[in-house]
């Protein structure tokens, strides 16, 4: 055989828990095939995920990832461009892709008897993608646009990509995926075709498919579109790691015209943990006690007692290299940042001090079991398994993890929270609607400056005109 077989499972569900257990194998050239089978599914979900993202393109073209991500629909001998679209179109289907710092994912959701047309796709583009100048240089445009559209017209935006710089100063997440303007125009056709040939191999994917199929169906037809698809030397990940920060808190500040309300973003580093079952389910269940819903005590008392804010979430991004952990404000009208941030840390300096408010955990635990129960109800928690797995869960992990979220214990996620405020943040960043940034010195004195000159404006005396005759001699 071609093929190495993994994990022969099964599946089986009731009315009070669902046993996902992923069926695993790889091809002989080193493509990864994982499938998860839910045989209510009327319809098929195939993501092909390359292991290459933003954080190891060149220096010198950042987002080069993405704009392949592009050009991954414009077309191969088989299927010229616009055909790929067309067809998923007639048969009712949907695609999309997307390009993170860490890997590119391609996906296709369509009913189930078109799993083995996805596939020739996806096989077919892996190694045979061909488009011309012309092409490359319109798609070229519609990046730069993207751009525009995402970040330059988008105030908010703008400033988050101001503040991932400062979170990461040397480390390539420190720009975003689609990186800066200069860098989408440096791309260049051949540029763009070695990065494809460099990075798009069998040994360097893995393709998911959750739908109603096991892997005895899906590993013939995963064998006959890319079992003859030869492997390749990939190169190495040279990323240039953050230095130590020594403790700097970078403040960052933006008047914004089109806000409402102030909104504040609080970053710490913090570890990755994804490739570690036990602690990931610790951290995540950290932040469902204290920010699972609007019953939880920090939302209790910041939005619906004392009304400080209209909302207060946390939200903890992984990768293969350290990521952080975000505490997010939109504050109340008229709301002062002074006290509602400091509202925010005493809360979690008496969380940090006394532990996590048991009701708050039993709810977010029940809500994980109920979500996990309910499993096999449809495709969605199974695809979110999926994203799990591309950004770096075990595989294996999968099976036991109803177990992970009932071993879990409060001192155990109190321990995250612990964690999270090893170090001080790496940044503040505070938007504010116009006229309600604080009167700092450079702001004062432009102030001063303009009161000055309408002033002198108003006590000047009226000008003459000028006649054309005198202008002329001037």
Not at 70 to 76: A, E, L, P, R, S
Not at 135 to 158: A, D, S
Not at 206 to 227: H, Q
Request: charged share 25%.
């Amino acid at each position: 055989m071609k093929y190495i077989f993994a994990l022969c499972a099964y599946f089986c569900f009731s009315t009070l828990s669902a046993e996902i257990v992923p069926q695993t194998a790889t091809l002989a050239n080193g493509i990864k095939i994982i499938v998860f089978k839910n045989p209510i599914l009327p319809s098929v979900t195939v993501w092909t995920h390359y292991d290459v993202g933003t954080a190891d393109d060149p220096v010198d073209l950042v987002g080069l990832s993405h704009m392949l991500e592009h050009m991954m629909f414009k077309g191969t001998p088989t299927y010229p461009e616009g055909s790929i679209d067309k067809i998923i179109n007639k048969i009712g289907g949907e695609l999309n892709a997307f390009t993170n710092f860490d890997f590119t994912v391609y996906t296709f959701s369509v009913p189930a008897q078109y799993l083995e047309l996805i596939l020739s796709i996806e096989a077919d583009r892996m190694v045979n993608l061909n488009f011309s100048e012309q092409i490359f240089l319109t798609e070229q445009k519609v990046v730069l646009e993207e751009r525009q559209m995402r970040i330059g017209n988008h105030p908010l935006r703008t400033a988050a990509e101001v503040c991932r710089r400062v979170q990461f100063i040397a480390h390539p997440y420190g720009i975003h995926p689609i990186g800066y303007e200069g860098h989408i125009k440096a791309y260049t056709h051949d540029v763009l075709m070695n990065h494809y040939k460099k990075w798009y191999a069998p040994n360097n994917a893995t393709v998911i498919v959750v739908g109603p199929y096991d892997l005895s169906y899906v590993l013939p037809l995963c064998e006959a579109k890319f079992g003859k698809l030869a492997q390749q030397d990939l190169p190495s990940r040279e990323r240039l790691m953050e230095p130590n920060r020594e403790g700097l808190t970078t403040t960052v500040e933006q008047e914004n015209p089109r806000s409402e309300n102030i909104y504040i973003e609080i970053s710490y580093r913090v570890p990755t943990l994804i490739k570690k079952p036990e602690e990931f389910q610790k951290m995540q269940m950290m932040i469902s006690t204290l920010f699972g819903s609007d019953s939880r005590l920090i939302y209790k008392k910041m939005v619906k007692e004392k009304r400080l804010a209209l909302d207060v979430s946390g939200n903890y991004s992984c990768g293969k290299d350290d990521m952080d952990f975000t505490f997010s404000l939109q504050l109340a009208p008229n709301m002062s940042v002074d006290v509602a941030e400091a509202f925010l840390f005493e809360q979690l300096q008496l969380i940090l001090q006394n532990g996590l408010n048991e009701n708050d955990f039993k709810a977010a635990k029940q809500d994980k079991l109920n979500a996990f129960a309910f499993a096999m109800d449809g495709e969605g928690f199974l695809v979110a398994m999926a994203e799990q797995i591309v950004e770096g869960l075990p595989i294996e992990a999968i099976s036991k993890y109803e177990q992970l979220i009932k071993d879990v214990t409060i001192e155990q996620a109190h321990e995250m929270l612990a964690l999270v405020f090893a170090n001080r943040p790496v940044l503040i960043a505070r938007n504010y609607p116009m006229r309600k940034m604080p009167a700092r010195n450079y702001l004062r004195i432009g102030q001063e400056i303009e009161l000055k000159n309408d002033k002198l404006e108003k006590n000047s005396p009226p000008k003459k005109k000028t006649t054309e005759k005198s202008a002329a001699a001037l």
